[in-house]
């Protein structure tokens, strides 16, 4: 079956670093992949989408490479903030979008 | 412009007991759909409805019911609700296949 993986650890880092996080899938080839920030108590928002012939795509301090034959992306955040702590979604499918689990950011300062 | 909007935003049914969340948008979208999120789990599809008068199962549907009562509402219910459907439900919108979700705040539910 279809399966996402991301770390279920927190990530955690000092403001400034760069913060990484992994989305890893299987049995499934996306025409594209998003992801998404939820705050607690909140709904997911739209960050980021890259089609699968992207490699890289870039909006201000975020950064997401998709690799296709690793079936994997990258989600890479540049200069973090503690007002990046958050948890991060990663999404497949061209239509009934399926979720990963989320790995939850924390930036201390 | 409220974009997503859900009803309730907190409940808790006893066992056996029915209700109904509520979700209608204002973005003139086709695609409607209900997520429920549980610890661990991420977001798991219930049903979604690519366009009025249309629903479809998603990969947990079983103990609810939907109705796409037109292009702005999609509502979701629990018929004899059970304690493993405590979670936080999310109604979302989607105007077209490539594009982005918007989500709705969330329904915090607790079956007792």
């Known amino acids: 079956s279809q399966k996402i993986e991301q770390n279920s650890e927190a990530l955690n880092i000092q403001e400034g670093k760069t913060a990484t996080l992994t989305c890893n899938y299987t049995?499934?080839?996306?025409?594209?992949l998003q992801w998404y920030r939820q705050d607690p108590g909140r709904g997911p928002v739209f960050l980021l989408l890259?089609?699968?012939?992207?490699k890289e795509k870039r909006k201000e301090r975020l950064k997401v490479t998709f690799d296709t034959t690793l079936k994997q992306s990258l989600f890479h955040i540049t200069a973090s903030q503690p007002a990046d702590s958050a948890t991060y979604l990663c999404?497949?499918?061209?239509?009934?979008?399926?979720f990963g689990a989320g790995t939850r950011l924390a930036v201390h300062p | 412009n409220a974009g997503v909007t859900q009803t309730p935003k907190f409940q808790v049914l006893k066992t056996g007991q029915s209700m109904t969340l509520q979700c209608a948008q204002d973005?003139?979208?086709?695609?409607m759909y209900w997520y429920r999120q549980d610890p661990g789990m991420g977001l798991r599809l219930i049903y979604y409805?690519?366009?009025?008068?249309?629903?479809d199962k998603g990969e947990v549907p079983n103990g609810y019911n939907v109705s796409r009562l037109n292009k702005r509402e999609f509502s979701l219910r629990l018929e004899s609700a059970a304690p493993s459907q405590t979670s936080v439900y999310f109604c979302?919108?989607?105007?077209?296949?490539?594009?982005?979700?918007?989500f709705g705040s969330g329904t915090q539910l607790s079956v007792l």
């Open positions: 979302a919108t989607r105007g077209a296949t490539n594009e982005k979700l918007f």
């Open positions: 890259i089609r699968e012939n992207e």
């Open positions: 409805s690519a366009s009025e008068g249309t629903t």
């Open positions: 049995n499934y080839s996306p025409a594209y």
């Open positions: 999404a497949l499918a061209p239509y009934k979008l399926i």
């Open positions: 973005m003139n979208h086709n695609s």
